[in-house]
């Protein structure tokens, strides 16, 4: 049984990448290693307001990929965050799994050789739902970075939940926020011919579409957003908003991040808006709230 793991290039993506899904996981989450499919992450945050969807090709790791049948690993998402945090750039990792000591190996070659050890957790296998196969209204592409300036704009408003209403229409995006008689609107329109290239590098709508989301959980699915080129997001009407990092094809970043309710008022009124989405839609239930979108898009 085989299960070593090398890699020899991009080592800071690939840290900035594990770091960020374990700012939205918290606590564990469950890799399925695989011979043909690579590395897999699908996993909610304990909130089960945000989810992250993660793929890494075989192809990515350019010093090997030895793995001679699919693996279900489940580790603490903070421990790995430390763990890779001690990378260097130019160090190669070495990913081998212990299964007789239930234990991954982590080893950092470069001007120092270092060892880390992590145990494996009881962990169980979930049933969530792959991105690529949820349908959305509205789509649209945006510059490596932008993203990121735009939450940071709306957060300004603030507010005991402060939130972000993203509306979209062909060629024009909105972001959104309001609190206690403070206002901000950012809108981005894809570049027209002989005009600076836009930040938006297409929008696509099936007529007008918005949701509310939350800025506090937004700004940890953004953590990456300087790291890759673009980001794609797409979402409809008070549904989920996906977003997708993608390197290459061959490591492929993505969240759903709940919506927030549309009556959202006065500081009472937030609190009540957010227990009635962690108990009353409960996604403990198989996760029925992403089965209902799915239900209403086919």
Avoid at 135 to 161: M, N, P, R, V
Avoid at 193 to 214: H, M, V
Wanted: hydrophobic share 35%; net charge negative.
């Amino acid at each position: 049984m085989t299960l070593n793991i090398k890699l020899e290039e991009d080592i800071d993506l690939f840290t900035k990448v594990l770091n960020a899904a374990a700012a939205v996981l918290e606590d564990e989450g469950t890799f399925l290693i695989t011979p043909s499919d690579g590395v897999t992450l699908r996993n909610m945050d304990k909130s089960r307001f945000a989810m992250v969807d993660l793929k890494i090709k075989p192809s990515f790791f350019k010093g090997s990929f030895n793995c001679d049948k699919d693996y279900i690993i489940t580790i603490q998402m903070q421990d790995l965050k430390k763990i890779l945090q001690r990378a260097r750039k130019d160090d190669t990792l070495t990913l081998e799994l212990n299964e007789k000591n239930d234990t991954l190996n982590f080893l950092f070659e470069g001007p120092v050789k270092k060892k880390f050890v992590l145990p494996l957790q009881a962990g169980e296998e979930t049933s969530l739902p792959d991105l690529s196969s949820l349908q959305h209204s509205a789509e649209a592409k945006l510059k490596g970075g932008a993203l990121t300036e735009f939450i940071k704009d709306a957060a300004i408003i603030g507010g005991h939940h402060p939130a972000v209403k993203i509306t979209a229409e062909t060629g024009k995006l909105k972001f959104s926020s309001a609190h206690d008689k403070k206002e901000v609107s950012i809108e981005i329109t894809t570049s027209k011919e002989g005009e600076l290239q836009s930040d938006a590098l297409e929008i696509e709508a099936d007529g007008i579409c918005e949701s509310l989301y939350s800025v506090d959980t937004f700004k940890n699915l953004i953590l990456v957003d300087q790291a890759f080129t673009s980001v794609s997001l797409a979402f409809k009407s008070d549904h989920p908003l996906k977003l997708v990092y993608n390197h290459n094809d061959e490591l492929i970043l993505g969240y759903l991040l709940a919506p927030m309710q549309p009556d959202v008022g006065t500081e009472e009124e937030e609190d009540e808006s957010d227990e009635a989405l962690s108990d009353e839609e409960d996604w403990d239930e198989e996760d029925e709230e992403f089965e209902d979108w799915d239900d209403d898009d086919e």
